[in-house]
């Protein structure tokens, strides 16, 4: 009976998850920290535009399909913000 996958790996060669889950050090918090921080100010900037967008449209076209589609990019965008906003603050 063969185990493992059809190349002849063993299934456990590379585990999915580590055994153990280490404490970060302090520098490694301040990373995270900033690569939050760095997150956030990427999608204030694309929320801008978005908004923007969404603005622009509204004035010079009546296809609310159209309208619709970047609508939701923006509530794409905006729950992404949401979600490194509170892992920000909860850090």
Same mark, same amino acid.
């Given at each position: 009976?063969? %185990? ?12 999915e998850?580590? =055994?153990?889950?280490?404490p970060l %050090?302090?520098?490694g918090?301040e990373?995270?920290k #900033?690569l939050?921080i760095d997150r956030r100010?990427?999608?204030?900037k694309?929320l801008?535009k #978005?908004m923007n967008?969404?603005? +622009? ?7 609310? =399909?159209?309208?619709e589609?970047e609508? +939701? #990019?923006f509530d794409k965008i905006?729950?992404?913000?949401y979600?490194?906003t509170?892992?920000?603050k909860?850090y």
């Amino acid at each position: 009976m063969a %185990t493992g996958n059809d190349t002849g790996e063993s299934a456990s060669a590379y585990p999915e998850e580590p =055994c153990r889950i280490r404490p970060l %050090t302090e520098k490694g918090r301040e990373y995270s920290k #900033q690569l939050l921080i760095d997150r956030r100010k990427k999608l204030w900037k694309l929320l801008e535009k #978005q908004m923007n967008e969404v603005t +622009q449209l509204f004035e010079v076209s009546s296809n609310v =399909c159209v309208v619709e589609s970047e609508r +939701q #990019q923006f509530d794409k965008i905006l729950a992404e913000f949401y979600e490194v906003t509170t892992a920000y603050k909860d850090y």
